[in-house]
């Protein structure tokens, strides 16, 4: 079957009968293997951070189904292996979602681990994969082509999700001012990005579905007409809740959508599976240290949603999507996110008292989905 009558086959199955949208989390993968085992003197990268912030025991739950214990104040995530991604791809099928949105790093980053072993999985076929590419994919003007080649040859995949009729999705994220002002200003972006355009449709992947990712849709609104894009989206939304319900996290989803759609773009919504950043308020990571100081604003969260709660929320986008064929042609959903573990966000298994894997958030969405019982 083609890779975009196969998605769409996939997205008519899930779900009772009923038609909804694609079902995607993020994955940002800074859970991999200590740098420094692979290449001896190398930095660990943001996995040392993660280890930091999820050490003390209240937070231990919190862990992916792979990390371990070590002690009260310690654990030890030791990265990814075959095993464990083929595991996260049986999780998510099961689970009833869709496809994987990750995160592009460079090649050689410990950050691009989880792709790498995605590509290289025998399940792969069994749920598709796209991309968020970010202004570092593409690098400078000078060096833009480079990027805009890697991402060409990822759309190649057979895996690769495709929408609206058979296009490649790809996700534009933090295409900020900064970026806008180096690559010469909004006038500028249009032909960088016709350039990957026209990449994609002579490898044969056809004209790519964009969808910028941006916290305020009206700027997102601006650089979506300046690259050509078709859709807005945000790689998370919240409104800075101090121990606020989780209800009051999905309410502001909601809206977030209808913004979106106000600006007259197409709208890909964001679902949120929590937003809890105590451990990293406790315990600041090295890329946010010039903004994060250790305890400050530890009470700005939202709480923890269970698995039934979370489970009507995400199936709420898919309808909600499902719903306006003209405002999401693209049928797909992003959701905020896989495996946040530290920042509050996921839906990854997670590491249960006696080391087995607790998958009850999935199985509460297959339920809710209509995807098995149980």
């Not at 250790?294 to 923890?304: E, S």
């Amino acid at each position: 079957m083609a890779p975009a009558l196969a998605c769409l086959a996939l997205g008519m199955a899930l779900g009772a009968g009923e038609p909804r949208a694609l079902l995607g989390p993020i994955r940002w993968d800074a859970w991999h293997t200590p740098w420094s085992r692979v290449k001896p003197g190398s930095p660990d990268g943001p996995v040392a951070a993660m280890v930091a912030s999820l050490g003390p025991q209240r937070y231990h739950w919190r862990l992916p189904f792979f990390a371990q214990v070590v002690d009260d104040e310690h654990v030890r995530i030791d990265g990814y292996t075959q095993e464990i991604v083929d595991r996260e791809i049986a999780f998510a099928r099961a689970g009833g979602l869709d496809y994987f949105a990750f995160l592009l790093y460079a090649p050689d980053s410990p950050m691009s681990q989880g792709l790498a072993l995605y590509l290289s999985s025998a399940r792969k076929a069994d749920l598709p994969f796209c991309a968020i590419a970010s202004p570092p994919t593409f690098g400078g003007r000078d060096v833009f082509a480079q990027g805009v080649a890697r991402v060409v040859k990822l759309m190649r995949e057979p895996s690769y999700l495709r929408v609206a009729g058979g296009r490649p999705l790809l996700y534009l994220f933090d295409v900020n001012d900064k970026w806008i002002a180096a690559w010469g200003g909004l006038g500028a972006l249009r032909p960088l990005f016709d350039g990957l355009r026209r990449a994609a449709r002579d490898a044969g992947c056809g004209d790519p579905y964009l969808v910028v990712a941006d916290s305020r849709p009206e700027h997102g609104k601006q650089v979506l007409d300046a690259v050509g894009a078709q859709a807005l989206t945000a790689y998370a939304t919240q409104r800075n809740g101090a121990h606020a319900p989780y209800a009051d996290l999905t309410r502001d989803a909601r809206a977030f959508w209808e913004r979106c759609a106000a600006t007259g773009a197409e709208v890909v919504p964001i679902a949120m599976s929590g937003w809890d950043r105590r451990p990293r308020a406790e315990r600041p990571v090295p890329w946010e240290s010039s903004w994060q100081k250790p305890g400050a604003n530890v009470d700005r969260y939202y709480q923890t949603p269970t698995p039934e709660q979370l489970a009507d929320h995400l199936a709420e986008a898919a309808q909600w999507a499902a719903d306006r064929p003209r405002q999401c042609p693209a049928e797909a959903v992003l959701v905020y996110a896989w495996n946040e573990h530290d920042e509050g966000g996921w839906l990854c298994p997670t590491l249960n008292a006696d080391g087995t894997a607790n998958d009850e958030r999935l199985r509460a969405l297959a339920r809710r989905l209509g995807r098995r019982p149980g």
